[in-house]
């Protein structure tokens, strides 16, 4: 899979319409946008769409002398005013450099890159050759099956990656939307009471919360011991493990 080094971690959603995760790979290969993007779809989703906070974590290796880095962004073949991301997510662009992008030939330098120094976006020539980042899309799926707690976790870890993790008041909102055509009224998360305290199977933070308002059971009876979204009061819910109720994975590793 040539010279891809994954250089971040699971980063929570910001302001994207339907993925809650991407993890992004710096590529050290010299290529045209074009060719970059066949990469990126080949061997992972597609080139990276980056928001602003990400942007700022991309870290490249220093030893790399190249100062730009293509990433998913470029005019829209439809309307040449409007810059899109190639993996066609909804992200605002509102990390351009000052003075970016030049307007100076919009019609000739037509794809986005990332400067190494202060990592804000230019517009250039799509021909250059540049390294670039590939991401790979982490995606909440609604499983119309129902299992148990212990059954749906197994389930998401042969099928998927792993059950859910709702570790952000975005997440939470999405997985909402996404179970709108569940079968039971309680969906299965990660969430997980065992040891004296709850805790994401996936091995997320449990610092965002969204328990219901008798709050956090410090010690749930025995059969209340894993975590169940109530899509309907948008709230967390001990329940019982042996329930066996719809779940949301998440999608590919």
Excluded at 63 to 70: A, E, G, L, M, N
Aim: glycine fraction near 4%; charge should be negative; charged fraction near 20%.
């Amino acid at each position: 899979m040539k010279a891809a080094v994954a250089v971040l971690l699971f980063l929570s959603l910001f302001r994207l319409s339907f993925s809650l995760y991407r993890k992004h790979f710096f590529v050290n290969e010299l290529m045209t946008w074009e060719d970059a993007q066949t990469y990126c779809r080949e061997y992972h989703d597609d080139l990276s769409t980056v928001s602003t906070e990400e942007a700022q974590l991309l870290s490249p290796n220093p030893r790399v002398s190249y100062y730009w880095f293509w990433i998913g962004l470029h005019i829209s073949p439809n309307n040449p005013e409007q810059w899109i991301w190639s993996g066609g997510e909804d992200e605002e662009i509102d990390n351009w450099d000052t003075g970016e992008p030049t307007l100076a030939n919009p019609y000739i330098e037509k794809c986005g890159v990332v400067r190494k120094y202060n990592y804000k976006l230019h517009n250039a020539l799509c021909s250059l050759h540049l390294p670039f980042y590939c991401m790979q899309v982490f995606e909440p799926i609604l499983v119309h099956q129902n299992k148990t707690w212990d059954e749906a976790l197994d389930y998401c870890r042969q099928t998927y990656t792993d059950l859910a993790s709702l570790r952000s008041q975005m997440i939470m909102a999405e997985a909402i939307k996404n179970t709108i055509t569940s079968q039971t009224a309680y969906v299965w998360t990660g969430l997980r009471f065992l040891a004296g305290h709850w805790f994401w199977v996936s091995g997320h933070n449990l610092r965002y919360k969204a328990w219901s308002k008798e709050g956090e059971l410090q010690c749930p009876a025995r059969n209340l011991r894993c975590g169940a979204l109530d899509r309907e009061n948008n709230i967390w819910r001990p329940n019982n493990c042996e329930d066996k109720l719809n779940f949301l994975c998440l999608k590919k590793l």
